[in-house]
Structure formats: structure tokens, C-alpha cells
């Protein structure tokens, strides 16, 4: 009867509270989307609060390969994207503040 | 770092790189390349504890319906609803490790039903009184603790995330065992013979419950290519000994006394002396052989047949409704 297409995998999803981004649980393996859900819950749920829960599919997600994972490891010399590329900062104002004490610039 | 293309790599190149990560730490996921003999043994260690939840079950179940109090009832439902539940997640770990073999869920319930899929020794022994849900959840629990615990950080990352989630409900359990160990050893005579006669029943199983020693004593052992691995990380002796270290002495404390005159610590080589359990019998009872092995395989392989309508019918109405469903 077909049992190869029956089960399908789906990916869990849940936000715990207000203000938290969603994270993933666990996959489980569901005949159709509502027993996904029903099953999501009974099985990831039956104590903590959640306040949203979603399940999708795992043949909708875009995941990636091996290779593709570990080309993100190569992501590097990005500091210019983030706060840490300025740490010299404080450094030139210094030279400011160090120009005002000695007088350079007018109180 | 280079950036690796998988199909330019030979066989050996791909096994250096995937080596080269497991002395990284670094953890594995389900797509990844991995050695034959790394998939089998995660597939057989992870079948196994996943069926070893389920059937684990059966012993307490049979106490749900004759608890003594409403709080006992739901308590130990709840510890019977979160086995079933931690066999859900590993058998879905374990399915994604067949995939390539074309082998699903149907499979390993196959193997189980044949004796083939083996499970842990504690789960072929009866529970014939009150005093039993009770060591099992104090003591079974706590032995099984000290194993998933020494598994979280595995090298294989779908299994260590399950064992996570899987230590958090466990905590709850070893306490609900614990309430229950201590209501009996605290009541009655009766009640605190009853729970000596469950520990004497229950002491040889607990030991075996880690395995042998070396391999000597049943032929083989995947404990060496699981430790190559980093899958696990201590052997079984030590195992043992750090039940034995966590236990004997509350054992003790409760004023019950282990089945064993021999047992003792020794100070100099900083180990528990014990007597051996007989790893002969160990061997028969986990190949099925048990005193309740063919009862609790049935009464699974029974619920399975008779839920197949609800499989059928669920089959039915996707094969109609595709567009509706999923
Ligand atoms: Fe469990
Ligand atoms: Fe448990």
C-alpha cells in the first residue's frame, strides 16, 4: 500500500516566549501536515509553555550540502561589516582631547 | 582552510578529512559523508537505544492501571508517555542514517517484532510488584543517566541534540523513582521487604545493564570502534563503577542490603569489587531469551497490527487528497 510515500519527514519549530526568536526542535515523521502538528506537540510539548509552533515539510526546505556548509566555515575578513573593524576609534578622538589640554584648540 | 569538493576526493582523501574532523570535535550531520563502518555503528547503537525506550516502557505501563494514588498514576503515566517519546526521537535519528540503504521504519519495527533489533537486558525482566516501578525508575533510569549523559557529546549531532532533550525529561524520572523508593523503604514492613525483594531480583540485571567488562565474555563488542569515533567516550567498566560509586552507598543508607557479599571498595585500586554477573545469561536474554522477552515483543508487534487500519486509512486519503494534505 504504498508505505515508501507514507511517512513524510517534517521539521519542528517552536518560539518559547514573547521576544524569542523561533528555534529548531527536532523532525519527526507524519503522514500529512495536521498529524505533523499533532504529533509536534505530543511529542516536543507535553510540558514547557510554547507560545507558536510551526512544522514544514523537510522536502520544502532549500537545506545544504556538505560541501556548502563547510564553504561557510571560509567566511572570513568581514570585519569591516561589524563594530570590531572600528576598534581604533577611541584612539583618534583621543588625539583630540589630547590637542585641547595642551591648548591647540580654543576653550 | 580550502574549501573541500566531495566528488574530486578518492575514498582514503574523503576518510583523512572526515578523521580530521572528528579530532576536531567538530559534530556530523546526516547528509555528511561518513565511513561505512561509522554509519553502521551509529545505526546500531542508536536502533537499539531507540527500541530499548520503547520496550522500556512495557514494565511500567503494566503499573499505570494499579498505582496506589492519583499522583502516583500520573506521575508515572508521564514517565511511560516520555520513553515512548525518546524512542520517537531516536528511531527518526536512526531513519535518516538507513535512508541510504533503503531501509525505513518499517524496518527496524520488522526487526524488532524477528528479535533482530535487539534492546537492553532490563527490559526482557518482569515487574511483578510496586517495589519494581520503583527500582526501575530509581535505579534503571539512573544507570541509563549515567550512559546518555557520557553520550551528549557524541561526534554524530542529530543523536547528541535527541540525547539532550532526552536528559532533561530523564531527570524528572530518576526523581519520580527516587519519591517512590523512598515512600517504600520509609513505610511498612511489608512495603520495605517488598522493595528488598525487587532490588535482589533487580541488582544482577543492573549490573549487566552496562555490558561486559572485555569482550572476552561475549564474543565481541563495538566499544572500541565506537570510542575511535568519539561516539562515546567511556567504557563499560567505568560505567560500572561510576554507578556503583553514585548508588551503593544510598542503597545502603535505605537500610536494604545488595545481593552481593562480596562487594566492597578497594582503596588501593581506587575500584569497586563485585561479583561478575553471569554474561552467559546476559547473551540469551538480550538475544530475546528472557523470562518476559516474547510477551512484551508481541504485545508491541499486536499494537502495531492492530493500528494498521489507522496507517491504511491515513494512506487512502493521501493517495485522494494530494493537493489537500502535506
Ligand atoms: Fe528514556
Ligand atoms: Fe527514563
Not at chain 2, 520517537?88 to 538507513?98: C, G, H, K, S
Not at chain 2, 532526552?166 to 520509609?186: P, W
Request: with cysteine.
Amino acid at each position: 500500500m504504498g508505505k515508501e510515500q507514507f511517512y513524510e519527514e517534517y521539521e519542528v519549530f517552536s518560539r518559547k516566549k514573547d521576544g524569542l526568536s523561533l528555534e529548531h526542535r527536532f523532525s519527526l515523521l507524519a503522514p500529512n501536515r495536521e498529524m505533523a502538528f499533532v504529533m509536534a506537540r505530543e511529542n516536543f510539548f507535553r510540558r514547557e509553555p510554547i507560545k507558536e509552533l510551526w512544522v514544514v515539510k523537510r522536502s520544502d526546505i532549500r537545506l545544504m550540502s556538505q560541501e556548502e556548509r563547510e564553504g561557510f566555515k571560509k567566511l572570513d575578513n568581514k570585519a569591516y561589516r561589524e563594530t570590531k573593524g572600528y576598534a581604533n576609534l577611541p584612539k583618534l578622538w583621543k588625539y583630540f582631547e589630547e590637542k585641547r589640554e595642551t591648548g591647540g584648540v580654543n576653550p | 582552510m580550502e574549501v573541500i569538493h566531495y566528488r574530486e576526493l578518492t575514498d582514503e582523501e574523503k576518510y583523512e578529512h572526515f578523521m580530521e574532523r572528528i579530532e576536531n570535535d567538530e559534530k556530523i550531520e546526516a547528509g555528511d559523508w561518513m565511513p561505512d563502518e561509522y554509519r553502521k555503528a551509529l545505526i546500531k547503537l542508536i536502533s537499539s537505544h531507540g527500541a530499548s525506550e520503547i520496550m522500556g516502557a512495557l514494565p511500567e505501563k503494566e503499573w499505570v492501571p494499579k498505582a496506589p494514588t492519583i499522583d502516583r498514576k500520573l506521575s508515572i503515566m508521564a514517565k511511560v508517555q516520555d520513553e515512548m517519546g525518546h524512542g520517537q526521537l531516536l528511531l527518526r535519528v536512526a531513519e535518516d542514517l538507513l535512508k541510504p540503504m533503503g531501509k525505513n521504519r518499517e524496518d527496524l519495527l520488522q526487526d524488532l517484532f524477528s528479535k533482530k533489533l535487539k534492546f537492553h537486558n532490563v527490559f526482557h525482566m518482569p515487574s511483578p510488584t510496586w517495589a519494581d516501578a520503583a527500582i526501575i525508575a530509581w535505579l534503571v533510569d539512573g544507570a541509563a543517566i549515567l550512559t546518555q549523559t557520557m553520550l551528549l557529546k557524541t561526534s554524530y549531532g542529530p543523536y547528541g541534540r535527541a540525547l539532550k532533550r532526552i536528559c532533561q525529561e530523564e531527570s524528572f524520572h530518576a526523581k519520580h523513582g527516587e519519591s517512590l523508593v523512598l515512600a517504600l523503604a520509609s513505610g511498612t514492613e511489608k512495603q520495605k521487604q517488598m522493595l528488598q525483594e525487587s532490588l535482589n531480583r533487580w541488582w544482577e540485571p543492573l549490573l549487566m545493564f552496562f555490558g561486559p567488562k572485555s569482550t572476552k565474555d561475549i564474543g565481541h563488542s563495538s566499544v572500541d570502534i565506537n570510542m575511535k569515533y568519539k561516539i562515546r567516550f567511556k567504557t563499560n567498566e567505568e560505567l560500572r563503577q561510576e554507578f556503583l560509586t553514585k548508588y551503593v552507598e544510598k542503597i545502603q543508607l535505605l537500610g536494604l542490603t545488595i545481593p552481593d557479599e562480596t562487594i566492597c571498595f578497594d582503596e588501593e585500586k581506587q575500584e569497586w569489587i563485585y561479583q561478575q554477573p553471569d554474561w552467559k545469561k546476559f547473551k540469551q536474554v538480550v538475544s530475546g531469551n528472557g523470562p518476559r522477552s516474547d510477551a512484551r515483543i508481541s504485545l508491541r508487534r499486536d499494537s502495531y497490527d492492530e493500528s494498521e487500519w489507522v496507517r491504511e486509512a491515513l494512506s487512502d486519503y493521501k493517495n485522494k487528497n494530494q493537493s489537500l494534505v502535506g
